[in-house]
Every structure is written in structure tokens, then in C-alpha cells.
């Protein structure tokens, strides 16, 4: 038992607020009542008597410590302060009540009688099992005048003082200023001087191993760790929905030379990684332009004699969208010329990003309504956003409470559910079909020879123009520009540049190496807003590679 008198003294503490030394504790009394089932219940009356105005007083109680490598966790249940207003905080493994109004002040004598059950507070040895508990504390910030404690234990013990021990003094001391007595089963004492500041009254029982019903091991790991089942069985259940509703079925992958028919870039690029970016509205521009909708023109203009410049893009419309086209189509491209036939890109700082926002929200409903996702999985990627919050939720209120290992696993469980959201869309046997397509003509984008494209262009002069819009909307565009250097020597129709590097050039090398440049401008542009600095970032993306 005494192996432990130089470590307890520091657990099991209370203290008082700063400015403490405003008041002074007359009398501290303590009844605790042991039950065999493995609590006791801790009634604590401290008079005190204020010398000036004050709120109250703190009480501070630890139930989380280490003791020789071990770590005890313990429960303190069923709290209430007799008559008074409190506030109960838990910080660094400390339970702190804050006893009293904050909007009165108290002076003069009073008296706080605090209540609470304390579980798991034993010290279970092969042989015996040790009852161990600071009645004072030893951070007081003021004097103690007198201690007096009644201890009342189960069954018939039979104890001799070699059984129990009353310590006192400053923490680690083994002072024995105290009386006590054992009378049937209660053992009772009082100090016999009174407390400068720091000093405390500790209490130690040796009683037999028999006595205290201990927790079994399954009781005990459920206790340490039972908070992490709940986390655990919402991972299980995540696993569970992936496998059985998300998951794609496996499929052979080959090259396509062409984009799916009746897909149009935008949807391409939302369908291939089940997200709507920045580059898929982007995308639109060659589209548009390469079915004679709108021209694109960049224009360099010089500064400071020729020494600077800067480069804007124009673009010119050439006649309206047909009726029949997707409304994410109309609301792009009308806006784009809601101020005349001929606008600049400069002209549309800081003006375009609702519309892309809009059109965004637009492609996602346009691709959910081909319906080429099943069902099941489609309601699974709505409630995954739910799962997350409430586990995000229920990890920052058990951090809030100490409960780190809980805490911890359920943010867990958050970060997991958010991050199966996207893979856990499985495509239906249309959309698989739509999707090997795709993936197969993204596949030839990435990994085209030069062979076959020369062939593809022999058959279909219109090729670059047709697919350049997808290797946009794929992140792609740079590198699929570059495949063509050599086999045009003019841009598409639809698009002239005044200067290149600073004369006059309209060669497809000059195109190639600009556009992708050009349109990541362009993109920056239309997702500017008041007060940001770029149109990058997730919701963006780029378009270069290779």
C-alpha cells in the first residue's frame, strides 16, 4: 500500500479560483458511503467564510490519470451541489465545477455541499483490493481549519490499523496528524491541526480481494474502449454498402478512336470521374466554335512602347444555339453574350461565376437524369454527405468530452464516408457501356500514336476540331494539341491570334503552344469573384498534362 503514498497525494485534487485567498475553509467534512457492487458515493460539506465579495468557490476533481504504466479512467455519475448554481467543465482529464452565480456575489459564512458517485476508483491487487482517496486535496489556495471524514464500508469487516493508514501534510508527505478509529465497518477521523495552503488529507484501506465486486475483463476493455465499436460498426456498414451497391463491375479495357455518340464534352467530363469541374464548361468554347457558333480571338496589346503586353481573348458569336440543346448550353452561352455580339474576357471579371455555378448544378442534374447509375447506389451517394456530418458531429463532441480514442475513430468514420461518396456511384449496364466508351477514347487520348491519328485525320479532317472539346473536359488538352503540330499548319476556323511571342503568327504550333494557357485564362476569368484571387483550385481544375 505505501508503494502508492508518493504518487496519490497528486491525484484526486481540488483547488479553488484564482483570488482563492479571499476566503478561508473553516471546516471541510467528507462521508463517503463504499457499495460492494464497485462505487461509492462522496458527500462533501465545505464551510467556508468569504472576506470579501466573491461568486464562489471551484471544486476540481481528476478522473483521468496514469498510475505505473496503467491508465485508470474514472466515472464520477450523479453530481449536484446542494443549493447552488454550478458549472461543470472537463479539461486535461480534470472535472471542474464552477459553484456559484456569476451574477452574484456571496460574502461572509457559507456553506457548499457537494454530492457525487465515484466508479472505478480501486486499486485491485492479487491479494487485496486497495481503497485510496485524497479527501482534501492538496491545491487549496487557502487554509483548512479542520478536516473530519466518515468512511462507511460493506460486510463485516474485522480491520486492524495495520489495515488503514490516514495521511496529511504537503503532496507526497507522511504526515499522521490525524485521529481515526475503526467501529463497525465504519472508519472515521479527524485532523488533528489545521491545513496551511497545499496541504491535504489522504485515505488509505487495504480490505479483502473479496470484497469489491471487480469488473470482469470484458467489462473493463468495453469501458476503455466502447466508444470505438460505434465508429467500428458505421466502418463495417460503409464497407458493406461499398461492396454491395458501389462498386463498378469490372470491365475490359480498349481504345475507342471516338467519344460516345450523343455525349457532348461537358456530361463527358462530369461522367468520366463522376464530378463537374471548372474545365468541363470550359470545354464548351471549342465545341461551340467548332460547330460554327462562335470564334475565338486572342489579342495582345502592347504597353509601354512595345516593352510589355498583356493578352485577352474575344469572342465573336456567329448565330444563337439551336432549340433542343442542354440548358446548361444556353445558360453559358447567353450569358456569355448578354451584353452584345462581341465581348472580352477582361470584360467578364469578377461577372461570371454564378453562371458557373449554375451551369455546374445544371450538368450534375443533366447526367443524373440519363439515369446511368443504379438506383441503390444513387441513394446511397446522397446520405453518405449525412453519415459524414453526424459522425463529424459526434467526433467533435467526444473529443470535447476527453473521449480521444472515440473522438478520433469517428472522424474517422466522417473522413471515410465523404471520401466514398464519388466511388460510390456504380453505373448501371447503360452507363457501364457509356463508361467503357469513354474510358476507352480517354485511354487513346492519353496514349495516342501518331500513326492513327494520321489515319482518323484521313478519314475525317474534322477530327482535332470534334475531340479537342473532350481531351478539355479529360485535363488533357495540352498534350492532345501537341500530337497535331505537325500535321496542320493552321488553327481551327474558329480561332485567330493577333500576336504569338511577339509577331505576328497564325500557325497551328502557335495555337497549340497558347490555347491551353489561353484557356486556363479563361477559366481563371469566368471563376473570379469580388474579393478572390483565382478560379483554380477543386471545382476547377487544369487542363495541361504531357
Known sequence: MLKYILIFPLLFISQAAALAEYFVIDRFDVRIRVDESGFFEVTETIDVTFSEPRHGIYRVIPYRFRLEGKKYDISLDDISVKGWEYKRERESGNLRLRIGDPNKYVEGRQQYVIMYKVKRAWLFEESHTEFYWNLTGNEWEVPIEKVDFRIQFPGNLNLTPDDYQVFTGYSGQQGSAAEVQWIDGVLSGSATRPFAPGEGLTVAVRLPASLIERPSKLESFMHDYGLLGIPAALLALLGWIFVRFGRDEPFVKMVQYYPPEGL??????????????????????????????LTIREVREEKMFGLFSSKDFEFNKVESLPSGRPGYEYTVFNRLFSEGDTIRISDLKDKFHTTMSSARSQ?????????????????????????????????????????????????????????????MLKKNKEGMELYRQLYGFRLFVDKADRGRIERLLAEDPAYFEKTLPFAIAFGMAKKWAANFEELFTEPPRWYASSYHHGSRSNSFQSFASSFDSGMRQVQSTFTSSPGSSSGGGSSGGGFGGG
Open 264 to 293: 457532348p464534352p461537358a456530361e463527358a467530363g462530369a461522367f468520366i470521374d463522376d464530378k463537374t469541374d471548372n474545365r468541363d464548361i470550359i470545354s464548351l468554347l471549342p465545341y461551340w466554335g467548332g460547330q460554327g457558333y
Open 363 to 423: 450538368i450534375q442534374r443533366t447526367v443524373r437524369d440519363r439515369q446511368l447509375h443504379t438506383p441503390q447506389s444513387r441513394m446511397a451517394w446522397s446520405v453518405l454527405p449525412v453519415a459524414a456530418a453526424i459522425c463529424a458531429g459526434l467526433g467533435a463532441f467526444f473529443i470535447s468530452k476527453e473521449q480521444y480514442p472515440g473522438g478520433g475513430a469517428m472522424l474517422l468514420a466522417a473522413g471515410i464516408a465523404f471520401l466514398l461518396r464519388r466511388p
